[in-house]
């Protein structure tokens, strides 16, 4: 099995930061993309940024700017950096993993980590 541990979540007060880490642990080969995702009371998952194991990366407009994803392939561990955080970030985020396994591609999500940002 494969799991990904969350870490770094909490409270801060807008224009602050916060750093989320995720480290993957378990049997596979080796990980491909790896992302962080968020979901706020009442909405839907989106996608927040993601990166390649090339280290290519995407993010949703809103984070544009704001956000930094990255990630240590020596450790399994992809990163949120989250700076000049505004009360609208507040939501759980979760880390997204696709890992290559014995017998094909698994998509695995963390628990998730509560952001709060209060204004």
């Known amino acids: 099995q494969v799991q990904l541990v969350e870490s770094g979540g909490g409270l801060v007060q807008a224009g602050g930061s916060l750093r989320l880490s995720c480290a993957a642990s378990g049997s596979f080969f080796s990980i491909n993309d790896m992302g962080w995702y968020r979901q706020a009371p009442g909405k839907q998952r989106e996608m927040v940024a993601t990166?390649?194991?090339?280290?290519?990366?995407n993010y949703a407009d809103s984070v544009k700017g704001r956000f930094t994803i990255s990630r240590d392939n020596a450790k399994n561990t992809v990163y949120l950096q989250m700076n000049s955080l505004k009360p609208e970030d507040t939501a759980v985020y979760y880390c997204n993993a696709n890992t290559v396994r014995i017998l094909g591609q698994q998509v695995v999500w963390g628990q998730g980590t509560q952001v709060t940002v209060s204004s």
């Open positions: 990166i390649t194991s090339g280290g290519s990366t």
